[in-house]
């Protein structure tokens, strides 16, 4: 690929504010002019690195899935957890839906974003003819609720609790793990989405930027008479902003507020020992890491379980009330915490992870068992409701109704 060509009008998907790309040095990131939104990395031009990176990730991740995560010896009984292994076991303890959650986000979503973003980056190399703008944009999609990393913070926290009922090891496919999520992250870092969309041709005129409607997806800028057509870059449906943006994003921050409390108040899981029933809940969680002694693990569970959850509810209801008052105060810092918010609602699935393990793991009859409460249905839904309430808000209505319309 050659040198980010310069001058391309795009309009920012967090303020709206419609601008000329500027040419950028190689140790320099190009902002937005009004909200500090990172428009663009250095202009590498180079997709290379993250495209083998990003194969090395899914050459690992195909062992993590075949391969024993962790193995337990406790009572003289051997158990293996594989990544499938909290899935089934969840579902046989009749909790489907939790089952699911954890398919999808920690081995369906991985395996598919890998893949399609292999497939672009390679697309772009090889100059194929593939519609590899609606590739990228659903791989971007997915991005949010690929969750590896996640797990395998889920699986630490699983392996230091562990520790108390039986001898732990660390099998091949858990190391696997560790490697595809550190070459999944170096790809991350290297990696600059405007340098894609911009080897990715659109077929359309440069616009002056008058009566112009952005992509929301990719940021292209087309005219206005545009809107409601599919974007001829990425194939998003072209619209001025988010649909119906405000309503839904208070309608799941209400759902979110009403189910913090039993997600937080209910047992999530119950560890059974020698007939004697022990319900524990997120808290309590917290609380039997500290006990361990086990304190930066205990402050990640309880800011990703306790904190990240009610920041977010809050947070967006200060961009709900701020925004319908066409208050103008902090805009760019709003913008910021919802950029922040937007990005690590994932984390709060940490424990969502480790119950699945333990739950996979932890099956010796009436000596000691874990099996999932239904704390833990109302801690996943407040996990995927305030996931989905960022996603519904659209950035760009708080400049909008603070009167700074570009
Ligand atoms: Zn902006
Ligand atoms: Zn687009």
């Not at 969840?90 to 979503?109: C, K, P």
């Not at 858990?174 to 600059?192: N, P, S």
């Not at 999530?268 to 007939?275: D, H, K, P, T």
């Not at 961009?319 to 918010?341: C, K, N």
Request: hydrophobic residues 50%; contains cysteine; glycine residues 10%.
């Amino acid at each position: 690929m050659s040198r980010r060509p310069s001058g391309e009008l795009i309009g920012c998907s967090d303020c709206g504010l419609v601008q000329l790309l500027p040419e950028v040095a190689s140790d320099a990131i190009a902002e937005c002019a009004r909200c500090g939104r990172g428009l663009a990395r250095p202009a590498r031009g180079n997709v290379d690195p993250a495209l083998a990176l990003l194969v090395a990730a899914l050459l690992l991740l195909l062992p993590a899935a075949f391969s024993p995560l962790m193995v337990i010896t406790s009572f003289g009984v051997r158990r293996q957890d594989w990544l499938p292994s909290g899935v089934e076991a969840m579902w046989n303890d009749g909790f489907g839906s939790l089952a699911t959650v954890v398919f999808l986000f920690s081995i369906a979503i991985p395996f598919l974003y890998l893949g399609l973003m292999i497939s672009v980056l390679l697309g772009i190399r090889l100059r194929a003819a593939m519609p590899l703008g609606r590739l990228f944009r659903w791989a971007g999609r997915l991005r949010p609720w690929m969750m590896i990393e996640v797990y395998l913070i889920g699986g630490c926290v699983a392996y230091t609790r562990l520790q108390d009922i039986g001898t732990v090891e660390v099998g091949v496919g858990g190391w696997c793990l560790v490697g595809a999520t550190l070459a999944m992250l170096l790809a991350g870092i290297g990696f600059d989405e405007r340098a894609v969309w911009e080897a990715l041709p659109s077929r359309v005129a440069p616009h002056s930027g008058r009566q112009s409607v952005s992509c929301g997806i990719c940021e292209l800028l087309l005219d206005a008479r545009q809107e409601h057509s599919g974007c001829p870059r990425c194939g998003a449906t072209l619209r001025r902003r988010k649909p119906q943006a405000m309503r839904r994003t208070l309608a799941l921050v209400i759902a979110g507020f009403l189910l913090y409390l039993p997600a937080n108040l209910l047992p999530v899981l119950a560890i059974e020992r020698f007939g004697r029933e022990d319900p524990n809940t997120i808290l309590g969680g917290v609380g039997e890491l500290i006990e361990s002694g086990l304190w930066p693990l205990a402050v990640i569970v309880f800011t990703a379980s306790v904190m990240v959850p009610l920041i977010k509810l809050f947070g967006l209801s200060l961009m709900l009330i701020l925004t319908r008052l066409h208050s103008p105060r902090w805009l760019r810092g709003r913008t910021r915490l919802y950029r922040a918010i937007d990005l690590i609602g994932r984390w709060s699935n940490i424990d969502l992870f480790m119950i699945s393990i333990l739950v996979a793991l932890v099956q010796f009859g009436t000596l000691t068992t874990v099996r999932p409460e239904p704390g833990a249905l109302a801690f996943a839904a407040v996990v995927v409701i305030t996931m989905l309430a960022s996603r519904s808000f659209d950035a760009r209505l708080m400049w909008d109704a603070a009167g700074e319309r570009p």
